[in-house]
RNA sequence: CGGGGCGUGGCGCAGUCUGGUAGCGCGCUUGCCUUGGGCGCAAGAGGUCCCCGGUUCAAAUCCGGGCGCCCCGACCA
């Protein structure tokens, strides 16, 4: 069935809180129409028998619409070019429009919020700018921390917590981290109902606590490299906010790591941005360039700032992960020295890097399409969900055996599996339902199937027909296997081309006001701040990273036309 | 922090102008019926109308004050 084209769309435009509604998305009755409902259900049986049986469908059709508004009164049914009362009759009843999301293409953002709430990855708190992370979406963060985690450790890090509650005095010793990050903090002044003496701030990110500790730990060049991870949540008290790219709160990990030389350190902070975009590329099909930020875009109290960063569906860029080499201003700063073999007292360089549960959100801007989300098989919660398909208690008995027998199968081979075996809801509602929740496969088992042998698989990636195939039940674990790698591969491919067909290189000005429009622009750029700022203020592009990849040419500022050495990405941003 | 919108069962809204019985849709519960692309029928449960104060015989509605949320413009992962 098509959504019903809802005549009165223009103008009616959802409230604040229809944002939040996980039920109306797009449903834009006017009240009269609405109020129609009520009267209209005895009549539309009338009409299905009426229209079933006449020749003259479209005069009596008429007819019954004129005695319909009649009854009713005030009501602005309908386009009169309606196919039929029939459908019209349906539509008023159940509109479709309610379960369908708003299209990407024509408002992106709404698109983006309806999903978050409708897959349930998550919902708004009672206090302003927080988010309340739903269990389906703490599975996906739980595969991603997986996932970066085995790189960690594989990598010598490893785990430890750290405070919450950081003194204020600590944030002011790194004079550049104050500055970055004073506008933004939360801060403790009472406990225990008493005024603190000192107030205390909740981490924004914890590179001064943690640089604290380093001091005490760090005597020795034996006791270095010292290289810890934490995973935790910090509060920066954001103005503007929306769900997983801004909140007050957020989830992530902060890697935070002491060496002996700046040539080590470097090497980690450019190792762990390698890790970020292997776990990206491979992990979450997001294709990124990592890259080198400008000073203006510097982490507060770094020497040097990488990023990974992604294009999201509509053309705008995302920093998916970020890594700092903070030279030795927090070593100077909470004096962490060493003595190295010579017997002379060195500060440590440190480094420190993190990835967020911001990365949910260009999951969901990378891959997303109309019919709500496209998770990576990789870190989906399900890989795969099977749906049972019967009519009558005789199927059942064939049916719902032979799918959790073949769903054992698949689990016990470690793939992630919902079988959904929910009653009362048809299979129907259960296919959009998991395609909405971002589900790459779709397992399909009915009679026919049971009596045949065979599986219908549904890929998540291609929806409709089109994604649909027949299996055989025996080496089914092999099928749904190659179709997860072949689903993990498309997104990537899918996303690769996207970006590519998104960017353009350019050196003329007016192309490149153009191309940040819609995507990125890959553009030489002299190096100096004032025209970085100018191109901010005129086109709100920003320089999103100087890509690690450069050619060996040099070329002309975009902006200034003075000799440029360097390539940089520039583009809107989140 | 500036501009706009909103606050009424779980969700979305009507009712507010013009004071007098709190209503609709969805969802939920129970039963029947259905199930290969968002089923249907019937019966139910569910509300301090954001808070405080005022006016009035009477306030969701009028007046004053407060709180909160969402959306659009300057900083950040």
């Given at each position: 069935?098509q959504?019903?084209?809802?005549?009165?769309?223009?103008?009616?435009?959802?409230?604040?809180?229809?944002?939040?509604?996980?039920?109306d998305?797009?449903l834009r009755?006017?009240?009269?129409?609405a109020?129609?409902?009520?009267?209209?259900?005895?009549s539309?049986?009338?009409?299905?028998?009426q229209?079933?049986?006449?020749?003259?469908?479209?005069?009596?059709?008429?007819?019954?619409?004129?005695l319909?508004?009649?009854?009713?009164?005030?009501?602005?049914?309908?386009?009169?070019n309606?196919?039929?009362?029939?459908?019209?009759?349906?539509?008023a009843?159940?509109?479709?429009?309610?379960?369908?999301?708003?299209?990407?293409?024509e408002?992106?953002?709404?698109?983006?919020?309806?999903i978050?709430l409708?897959?349930?990855?998550?919902?708004?708190?009672?206090v302003r700018?927080?988010?309340?992370?739903?269990?389906?979406?703490?599975?996906?963060?739980?595969?991603?921390?997986?996932?970066?985690?085995?790189?960690?450790?594989?990598t010598g890090?490893?785990?430890?917590?750290?405070?919450?509650?950081i003194?204020r005095?600590?944030?002011?010793?790194?004079?550049s981290?104050?500055a970055?990050?004073?506008?933004?903090?939360?801060?403790?002044?009472?406990?225990?109902?008493?005024?603190?003496?000192?107030?205390?701030?909740?981490?924004?990110?914890?590179?001064?606590?943690?640089?604290?500790a380093?001091?005490?730990?760090?005597?020795?060049?034996?006791?270095?490299p010292?290289?810890?991870n934490?995973w935790?949540?910090?509060?920066?008290?954001e103005?503007?906010?929306?769900l997983?790219?801004?909140?007050?709160?957020?989830?992530?990990?902060?890697?935070?790591?002491?060496?002996?030389?700046?040539?080590?350190?470097?090497a980690e902070?450019?190792?762990?941005?390698d890790?970020?975009?292997?776990?990206?590329?491979?992990?979450?099909?997001?294709?990124?360039i990592?890259?080198?930020?400008s000073?203006?875009?510097?982490?507060a109290?770094?020497?040097?700032?990488?990023?990974?960063?992604?294009?999201?569906?509509?053309?705008?860029?995302?920093?998916?992960g970020?890594?700092?080499?903070?030279?030795q201003?927090?070593?100077?700063?909470?004096?962490?020295?060493?003595?190295?073999?010579?017997?002379?007292?060195q500060?440590?360089?440190?480094?420190?890097?993190?990835?967020?549960?911001?990365?949910?959100g260009?999951v969901?801007?990378v891959?997303?399409d109309d019919?709500?989300?496209?998770?990576?098989?990789?870190?989906a919660?399900?890989q795969?969900?099977?749906v049972?398909?019967?009519?009558?208690?005789?199927?059942?008995?064939v049916?719902?055996p032979?799918?959790?027998?073949l769903?054992?199968?698949?689990?016990?081979?470690?793939?992630?599996?919902?079988?959904?075996s929910?009653?009362g809801?048809?299979?129907g509602?259960?296919?959009?339902?998991?395609?909405?929740?971002?589900?790459?496969?779709?397992l399909?088992?009915?009679?026919?199937?049971?009596?045949?042998?065979s599986?219908?698989?549904?890929?998540?990636d291609?929806?409709?027909?089109?994604?649909?195939?027949?299996?055989p039940?025996q080496g089914?674990e092999?099928?749904?296997?190659?179709?997860l790698?072949?689903?993990?591969?498309?997104?990537?491919?899918?996303?690769?081309?996207?970006?590519?067909?998104?960017?353009?290189?350019?050196?003329?000005?007016?192309e490149?006001?153009?191309?940040?429009?819609?995507?990125?622009?890959l553009?030489?750029?002299?190096?100096?701040?004032?025209?970085e700022?100018?191109?901010?203020?005129e086109?709100?592009?920003?320089?999103?990273?100087?890509p690690?990849?450069?050619?060996?040419?040099?070329?002309?500022?975009v902006?200034?036309?003075?000799?440029?050495?360097e390539?940089?990405?520039f583009?809107?941003?989140?």
């Amino acid at each position: 069935m098509q959504p019903p084209e809802v005549s009165a769309a223009p103008g009616f435009r959802r409230t604040a809180h229809g944002l939040r509604s996980l039920k109306d998305a797009g449903l834009r009755l006017p009240s009269s129409a609405a109020s129609m409902k009520s009267g209209e259900t005895a009549s539309s049986e009338l009409l299905h028998a009426q229209l079933g049986t006449t020749a003259f469908v479209p005069r009596i059709d008429f007819f019954w619409s004129v005695l319909l508004i009649w009854l009713i009164g005030d009501c602005t049914i309908s386009d009169p070019n309606a196919p039929s009362q029939k459908s019209g009759a349906r539509r008023a009843k159940k509109p479709m429009s309610e379960l369908k999301l708003p299209a990407r293409s024509e408002d992106f953002s709404e698109w983006y919020n309806q999903i978050v709430l409708r897959a349930e990855l998550a919902d708004y708190a009672p206090v302003r700018g927080c988010m309340i992370v739903r269990p389906y979406g703490w599975a996906l963060w739980e595969n991603i921390t997986q996932a970066l985690d085995r790189r960690f450790k594989a990598t010598g890090h490893v785990n430890a917590a750290f405070p919450l509650l950081i003194p204020r005095s600590f944030i002011e010793k790194e004079k550049s981290h104050v500055a970055g990050f004073s506008p933004e903090l939360a801060v403790v002044t009472h406990g225990g109902g008493e005024e603190l003496e000192e107030p205390l701030v909740i981490r924004p990110t914890s590179e001064t606590i943690i640089g604290h500790a380093y001091a005490k730990w760090i005597q020795s060049y034996r006791d270095l490299p010292l290289l810890i991870n934490q995973w935790n949540s910090v509060v920066r008290w954001e103005l503007r906010t929306k769900l997983f790219l801004r909140t007050l709160e957020f989830f992530w990990q902060e890697g935070h790591t002491a060496h002996a030389t700046l040539a080590e350190a470097e090497a980690e902070t450019r190792q762990m941005l390698d890790i970020y975009t292997d776990f990206a590329v491979r992990d979450a099909a997001i294709p990124v360039i990592p890259g080198r930020k400008s000073a203006a875009e510097r982490f507060a109290g770094a020497d040097e700032t990488y990023s990974i960063e992604a294009m999201m569906g509509d053309g705008k860029a995302l920093q998916a992960g970020t890594s700092h080499n903070l030279g030795q201003n927090f070593a100077k700063a909470f004096e962490i020295r060493y003595l190295d073999q010579t017997g002379a007292l060195q500060y440590c360089w440190t480094t420190s890097w993190g990835l967020s549960t911001r990365f949910i959100g260009a999951v969901i801007m990378v891959h997303g399409d109309d019919q709500g989300l496209v998770l990576p098989p990789r870190l989906a919660p399900f890989q795969v969900v099977v749906v049972p398909i019967f009519k009558n208690d005789e199927e059942k008995a064939v049916v719902l055996p032979l799918a959790q027998k073949l769903s054992g199968t698949l689990a016990d081979s470690g793939i992630r599996l919902k079988m959904d075996s929910r009653e009362g809801i048809s299979p129907g509602f259960k296919f959009n339902d998991w395609e909405m929740r971002g589900v790459p496969l779709r397992l399909e088992l009915g009679p026919r199937d049971a009596a045949k042998g065979s599986v219908v698989l549904a890929r998540r990636d291609r929806p409709g027909r089109e994604g649909k195939s027949i299996a055989p039940q025996q080496g089914l674990e092999t099928a749904v296997r190659n179709a997860l790698e072949e689903i993990q591969k498309s997104l990537l491919d899918r996303a690769l081309d996207f970006r590519n067909k998104n960017t353009v290189t350019t050196s003329d000005y007016e192309e490149f006001k153009k191309a940040v429009q819609t995507g990125f622009a890959l553009s030489w750029w002299c190096g100096s701040a004032p025209c970085e700022e100018k191109i901010k203020e005129e086109t709100k592009a920003t320089m999103r990273c100087i890509p690690l990849e450069q050619q060996r040419r040099s070329g002309k500022c975009v902006y200034c036309g003075q000799p440029a050495i360097e390539q940089g990405i520039f583009a809107r941003a989140y």
